[in-house]
């Protein structure tokens, strides 16, 4: 069989991203208003020209969005920046037209990090300058110079990373981005990954998704520790990247855990934990509402549950665990029974990792196939399926496969 060929570039494991510090993801602030003539318009932004007039005027539904979309966090990308911000609609008969809408957005760079950093502050000003105008008209006015209140934040937040500003003896402003977020993001986030809520049930309920923002409440309901982000993108019919994206930023704020891709070729063993899991009854009764293979069924049995953990074997893949133990006669999903043990670490999942037996080999197969990079990492960089890869791996008789 020819030699197989590969790209020329081989994909390293970068590692955790650094920290940077929040203040160095603002790029600005701009506040936008709804004038009754115009229509969305620019009325301050610090510093210039951070954006133009002309996308103002294409993208005014999402300047000032509809009804439905008020008081939601919002973001859009504008040349290599995001923008943030939860806009307000304020109802009094007072205004013309009988309300008063406007958006304070912060510039950021578009980065995952600078949203999440960034994303407490936005909401925190949106609230305070509502309670401003609700209170003392002071926005629609014109009495109370917001730019200089906004020039104000913005210099503070770039050089100090925080903001303490008194409107007057009843009111004082504190905004301070979150700096202090543990990076968990995995080192590499890709499709085919499969997320999982950290806490379970998942959210699904409307006063839980209440909070969060539109893509947010698309995706929640679809995380399921089965679903991999690409079918998760498809189901809601939104860009892989922005999912990505989304997933990225939930388990950075520890909401989402990242599983690999579960597939019937995979082989499982148990890790010591599987003893204590039989002993924690709040483990058990939470795996058990979990790997349930129907709703309406009766209640799976723990012990049903054990055996099948416990007929796991590195040599022995799910395909033929499944022929063997048929887990569903028991109620139980296979996917979601073994998706749940490896998030708990009840099981673990045995990696094969292809090694070239030649040190003399520079051919570039031999030299991806280092012993470092697992068969799952390489088929899936490369789009071949993991069957496939490996048989072209075996063709060549110049490797081993170090299980673990």
């Known amino acids: ?23 160095s993801f603002l790029e600005g602030i701009v506040f936008f208003v709804f004038d009754n003539e115009i229509g969305p318009m620019i009325k301050y932004q610090i510093p210039d020209n951070i954006i133009s007039n002309d996308f103002v005027h294409d993208n005014s539904v999402l300047v000032i ?23 307000i609609s304020i109802k009094n008969d007072s205004y013309e037209r ?11 760079k578009a980065d995952s990090s600078a949203e999440y950093a960034y994303s407490s502050v936005v909401r925190k000003i949106s609230e305070y300058l509502e309670e401003m ?17 906004l020039r104000q934040i913005y210099k503070d937040l ?19 981005p979150d700096s202090n977020l543990e990076r968990r993001v995995a080192p590499i986030v890709d499709e085919y990954m499969v997320p999982i809520f950290n806490r379970l049930p998942i959210p699904t309920k409307q006063e839980q ?19 991999t982000i690409k079918e998760i993108s498809n189901e809601v019919e939104i860009d892989t990247d922005l999912v990505v994206r989304c997933i990225k930023n939930l388990n950075v704020y520890g909401y989402v855990t990242l599983l690999p891709l579960f597939m019937y070729g995979n082989c499982y063993g148990q890790t010591e934990n599987i003893i204590e899991f039989r002993k924690n009854e709040a483990l058990k009764e939470e795996c058990l509402a979990f790997v349930k293979l129907n709703k309406r069924l009766r209640k799976v049995v723990f012990d ?20 063997d133990f048929n887990p569903r006669n028991y109620g139980v999903d296979e996917r979601k029974l073994i998706q749940y043990g490896v998030y708990r670490k009840l099981i673990t999942k045995i990696n094969i990792y292809p090694l070239s037996l030649n040190p003399n080999d520079k051919t570039q197969i031999a030299e991806i196939c280092n012993g470092k990079n697992n068969l799952e990492y390489l088929s899936l960089y490369y789009g071949l399926p993991k069957e496939e890869f490996l048989g072209i791996l075996r063709a060549q008789k110049n490797f081993v496969f170090i299980k673990q």
């Open 209 to 227: 998704l209440c909070r969060m923002d539109l893509l947010c409440k698309k995706i929640c309901p679809l995380i399921d520790g089965v679903n």
């Open 1 to 23: 069989m020819a030699e197989f060929a590969f790209p020329k570039n081989i994909p390293k494991n970068p590692g955790s991203p650094k920290l940077l510090s929040p203040s």
């Open 158 to 176: 770039t050089e100090k990373g925080q903001c303490v500003y008194s409107i007057d003896s009843g009111l004082k402003i504190y905004l301070k």
């Open 133 to 149: 105008e609700v209170e003392k008209k002071i926005l629609s006015s014109g009495d109370f110079d917001l730019e200089g209140l």
């Open 304 to 323: 049903d549950v054990y055996r099948l953990y416990l007929s796991l074997s590195p040599n022995l893949t799910v395909r033929q665990w499944c022929l």
């Open 98 to 108: 009988n309300k008063f809408m406007f958006n304070c957005c912060f510039a950021i």
């Open 65 to 87: 969005p509809k009804d439905d979309f008020m008081g939601k966090m919002l973001k859009f990308n504008s040349t290599g920046i995001t923008l943030m911000g939860r806009p």
